[in-house]
């Protein structure tokens, strides 16, 4: 989960902004100061491990072998995973690895990258959550024993044993966090991934019954991120605006083709039909879980409002109007007008925006500051054009 969803969870849950706000200033280092802290492992806890380390160097191969025949063997968990012997060999190597870095007790970036790698290679090799943090349980347990295993033989008494049992426990699980994080982190995005795939290719239905075509869908959701940038709306809310705008001509699926692609003007009848492009792209997407397509009905329904209330399909009326709506309408119409369709040429921008002008006035199509918003930004919006018109031709 990355930050910024992170901090809306918690402020959907109540916690303050400001407690929220403190984790988007979190910078790696403090990251793991914050963890260490958590559970309380500092350099008292070095200073206890040192009493047993040469003793467990001895002991690292025996601790991997141990691990991996638990892992691997016969009375471990075998029948559920299927690794190959070179694999395996590997993954020991890599196991006593970690040993000596943990006994070197450099705990800097590149120890906790690894550690971050751990995580995100047991995800990869399709290991579930379960497992992964039950081997870690055992791992624990498997290297304290090797700790009275030291103690014993090197004679410490009883509360040097338990101070560097207690230590080290501490350390394996500020290092098991970072690579469970990761773990969990790389589903999240698998997930994000798959989500995007899915919006992308619900566009993709859409654009093959629209005359408008996908290139207008990628400039009217970047349009709308300028906008909402600019009327000082957060970056969630951009990203969020940026995801769930491609969606409001979704409706258009349930549109006959003759209407949909017709040449010239459109009958009474065939622009009533028309507007119902609003309500079936709602529908479609209302019910949703996700909170992009969540979004995306709201604009789906909201975008052909007027700010005066003599839009479709509800006749809202100024802020009754979702604030997405009103963005998305202006990225919108600013793209048709600059656009070719089939039923008309493309405008120029000086000429579009004439045009757009008269619709902000008061008691008309668009709201006042979104569209001065839009003409603040005019200048990154014809970029972000040229970019767009650049890469499709
Ligand atoms: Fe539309
Ligand atoms: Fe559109």
Known sequence: MDKDKFKKVLQDCGISAKGASMLDKLTEEQHVKLIENTINFGNEDIENIKAIKNCMEEYFEEISELLYSRITGEDGIKENVDIDKELVEQLKLSNIYYLKSLFEFNYDDGYYKNRIADGLAHNIFGISPSLYIAIYGYYNNLVSSFIFKCSQKKGLNLISTLKAANSIQKKLAVDNTFAIESYYKKSMDDYYKMEQESLSRLMTIAEYKDAATGDHIARVSNYAKVI??????????????????????????????????????????????????????????????????????????????????????????????????????????????????????????????????????????????????????????????????????
């Open 228 to 393: 909402a940038k600019n009327i000082g709306m957060d970056e969630l809310f951009q990203e969020k605006i940026f995801y769930s705008s491609p969606m409001h001509d979704i409706g258009k699926v349930g549109i006959p083709d003759e209407i949909i692609l017709k040449p010239g003007k459109l009958t009474e009848q065939e622009f009533e039909k028309m507007k119902t492009h609003c309500n079936i792209g709602y529908e479609i997407l209302k019910n949703s879980s996700s909170p992009v397509l969540k979004d995306g009905s709201i604009i789906a329904r909201s975008h052909h409002e007027d700010f005066n209330g003599e839009g479709y399909p509800l006749g809202l009326k100024g802020e009754e109007i979702p604030i997405e709506g009103r963005i998305c309408k202006i990225a919108d119409v600013f793209d048709a007008l600059v656009s070719k369709r089939c039923y008309k040429p493309s405008l120029s921008i000086k000429k579009a925006i004439e045009i757009m002008e008269k619709e902000m006035v008061p008691g008309k199509s668009f709201d006042p500051d979104c569209f001065y918003a839009f003409l603040k930004g005019i200048e990154e919006i014809i970029e972000i054009k040229k970019s767009i018109d650049q890469t499709i031709d």
